[in-house]
């Protein structure tokens, strides 16, 4: 008999789960500010930077989140930097939500009609102008659902962390799991932790979709 | 001295040149009907003018500013002429109000309060001052049209750039766009307008501009230009052959 009861494990997940939300928010709003800027560079006018964000999204979506994991915490260490585990993986998921999160973006502004463009150009607007009072408001209808939705993606993407010696949910598991010797109790309950982190952010991406294209067709 | 000037204007899309060396003038408060087929490079030439599209060759100046591909100088430009499309392009998620507002407030750092009271004042213009608060999808194509004539007013441009403006209306909706351009004519606007409207170019227009292949073919008076044209290709176009 383990001298383990379900509830000793469920409360040390729930501990480690903490840790997740908080690399989760961390990746989320990191990698939304990270992400404004790129998009910027990729729909603006200066076609050097537009070249420089497009490659940048293509690097990070074509490699494996764990490489970049492995890249930021070995490399950095290689460097001569003292990484540690939180700073690598804090660092890597904001960068892999960045690219994703501006490639999300740029579809919601390129769905944005020419026309509305070039009437704030005749306008005399600038491009940030136009991007800020026009684009952007109407781009925000169409880009909540799927940002939302991504943000599932970045709930799920914290469980590599644990590959580096990130302790969140999955690195607990794995300890508790040494220690139980249950791991089908263990990481059942680790899933439900995730799902129950999850599934309220994906249920809400379809409420807003709902509810955000009705908008859309009101005004 | 003219306002607009247009010196040898040749545009290329491809290897298709669309405009062919394009000369023409337009004094302060003339109206101007530019007329022609489709791919005549009628609407190509109005969007050269103020940079929607750039030119491979000649000269646009327009009050003094030189037409070049950079910002500081296409904004300078844009803030003397406004433009009016064919489908209107208001902001759909401002009502008229603030879509009249926008850039004043934007770009000329205008106050709200002063923003608002201009907005007032051109909507009223266009016999829309009721339909501040309304959002361009409760509002039919004439009012947007309207909406879209208050708003590049509320720059204070010195020359207005008319798009084909009535092509997408019902046509029991044409009249009160038109009603409202006849009278920025007779306000002394100088207006350059692309349009299929040849009863309204004929009583409106100073000079109307017939473009055929790229180039200015035939230009004069209305009656001379429609009761007298002189080429075949003008002829033929007014269903004269």
Same mark, same amino acid.
């Given at each position: 008999?383990?001298?383990?009861?379900?509830?000793?494990?469920?409360?040390?997940?729930?501990?480690?789960?903490?840790?997740?939300?908080?690399?989760? *928010?961390?990746?989320?709003?990191?990698?939304?500010?990270?992400?404004?800027?790129?998009?910027?560079?990729?729909?603006?006018?200066?076609?050097?930077?537009?070249?420089?964000?497009?490659?940048?999204?293509? *690097?990070?979506?074509?490699?494996?989140?764990?490489? $970049?994991?492995?890249?930021?915490?070995?490399?950095?260490?290689?460097?001569?930097?003292?990484?540690?585990?939180?700073?690598?993986?804090?660092?890597?998921?904001?960068?892999?939500?960045?690219?994703?999160?501006?490639?999300?973006?740029?579809?919601?502004?390129?769905?944005?009609?020419?026309? $509305?463009?070039?009437?704030?150009?005749?306008?005399?607007?600038?491009?940030?102008?136009?991007?800020?009072?026009?684009?952007?408001?109407?781009?925000?209808?169409?880009?909540?659902?799927?940002?939302?939705?991504?943000?599932?993606?970045?709930?799920?993407?914290?469980?590599?962390?644990?590959?580096?010696?990130?302790?969140?949910?999955?690195?607990?598991?794995?300890?508790?799991?040494?220690?139980?010797?249950?791991?089908?109790?263990?990481?059942?309950?680790?899933?439900?932790?995730?799902?129950?982190?999850?599934?309220?952010?994906?249920?809400?991406? $379809?409420?807003?979709?709902?509810?955000?294209?009705?908008?859309?067709?009101?005004? | 001295?003219?306002? %607009?000037?247009?010196?040898?204007?040749?545009?290329?899309?491809?290897?298709?040149?669309?405009?062919?060396?394009?000369?023409?003038? /337009?004094?302060?408060? !003339?109206?101007?009907? %530019?007329? @022609?087929?489709?791919?005549?490079?009628?609407?190509?030439?109005?969007?050269?003018?103020?940079?929607?599209?750039?030119?491979?060759?000649? #000269?646009?100046? /327009?009050? @003094?500013?030189?037409?070049?591909? &950079?910002?500081?100088?296409?904004?300078?430009?844009?803030?003397?002429?406004?433009? %009016?499309?064919?489908?209107?392009?208001?902001?759909?998620?401002?009502?008229? @109000?603030?879509?009249?507002?926008?850039?004043?407030?934007?770009?000329?750092?205008?106050?709200?309060? &002063?923003?608002?009271?201009?907005?007032?004042?051109?909507?009223?213009?266009?016999?829309?001052?009721?339909?501040?608060?309304?959002?361009?999808?409760?509002?039919?194509?004439?009012?947007?049209?309207?909406?879209?004539?208050?708003?590049?007013?509320?720059?204070? +441009?010195?020359?207005?750039?008319?798009? !084909?403006?009535?092509?997408?209306? &019902?046509?029991?909706?044409?009249? !009160?766009?038109?009603?409202?351009?006849?009278?920025?004519?007779? #306000?002394?606007?100088?207006?350059?307008?692309?349009?299929? !409207?040849?009863?309204?170019?004929?009583?409106?227009?100073?000079?109307?501009?017939?473009?055929?292949?790229?180039?200015?073919?035939?230009?004069? +008076? +209305? #009656?001379?230009?429609?009761?007298?044209?002189?080429?075949?290709?003008?002829?033929?176009?007014?269903?004269?052959?």
């Amino acid at each position: 008999m383990s001298p383990f009861t379900t509830w000793d494990i469920l409360r040390n997940l729930l501990f480690a789960a903490e840790w997740t939300i908080l690399l989760s *928010l961390v990746a989320f709003i990191g990698g939304g500010i990270v992400g404004l800027a790129v998009l910027f560079a990729r729909t603006g006018r200066n076609a050097a930077l537009r070249r420089v964000s497009m490659v940048y999204i293509e *690097l990070i979506q074509g490699t494996p989140l764990l490489m $970049q994991l492995f890249l930021s915490f070995f490399g950095l260490s290689l460097l001569g930097f003292d990484v540690p585990p939180w700073f690598a993986a804090g660092l890597s998921l904001t960068l892999w939500t960045s690219a994703f999160l501006a490639e999300i973006w740029r579809g919601c502004v390129e769905a944005i009609p020419r026309g $509305q463009w070039e009437a704030s150009s005749s306008l005399a607007m600038t491009y940030f102008e136009q991007m800020r009072h026009v684009v952007l408001p109407q781009a925000l209808r169409i880009a909540v659902p799927p940002t939302v939705g991504f943000s599932v993606q970045v709930v799920k993407g914290t469980a590599l962390t644990s590959i580096i010696g990130f302790v969140e949910l999955s690195k607990a598991s794995t300890m508790i799991t040494n220690a139980t010797f249950q791991p089908f109790v263990v990481y059942g309950l680790a899933a439900l932790v995730y799902f129950a982190l999850c599934w309220p952010l994906s249920k809400s991406s $379809q409420i807003l979709e709902r509810k955000l294209n009705v908008a859309h067709r009101n005004h | 001295m003219s306002l %607009i000037a247009i010196t040898e204007v040749r545009k290329r899309f491809g290897d298709n040149e669309v405009l062919k060396g394009i000369n023409l003038d /337009v004094d302060p408060g !003339e109206v101007i009907a %530019i007329i @022609g087929k489709s791919g005549s490079g009628k609407s190509t030439l109005l969007r050269c003018i103020n940079g929607l599209e750039t030119i491979d060759d000649g #000269e646009i100046m /327009v009050a @003094g500013a030189h037409l070049a591909p &950079d910002d500081a100088h296409l904004r300078a430009l844009r803030l003397k002429v406004g433009m %009016i499309f064919q489908s209107f392009n208001l902001f759909p998620h401002l009502t008229a @109000g603030r879509n009249v507002m926008l850039s004043p407030m934007v770009v000329k750092r205008v106050s709200a309060k &002063d923003a608002e009271a201009e907005a007032r004042l051109r909507l009223d213009q266009v016999g829309l001052g009721h339909k501040f608060d309304a959002y361009p999808d409760e509002l039919s194509g004439g009012q947007q049209q309207r909406v879209a004539i208050a708003r590049a007013l509320a720059m204070q +441009p010195l020359a207005l750039l008319c798009d !084909e403006i009535t092509s997408a209306l &019902d046509p029991e909706l044409v009249n !009160e766009v038109l009603q409202v351009v006849g009278k920025l004519a007779d #306000e002394g606007m100088t207006l350059l307008m692309v349009t299929h !409207e040849m009863r309204f170019a004929r009583e409106v227009c100073d000079r109307v501009v017939f473009m055929h292949q790229g180039r200015v073919h035939e230009i004069g +008076p +209305p #009656e001379q230009v429609f009761t007298n044209p002189q080429t075949p290709e003008l002829q033929q176009f007014l269903g004269m052959l």
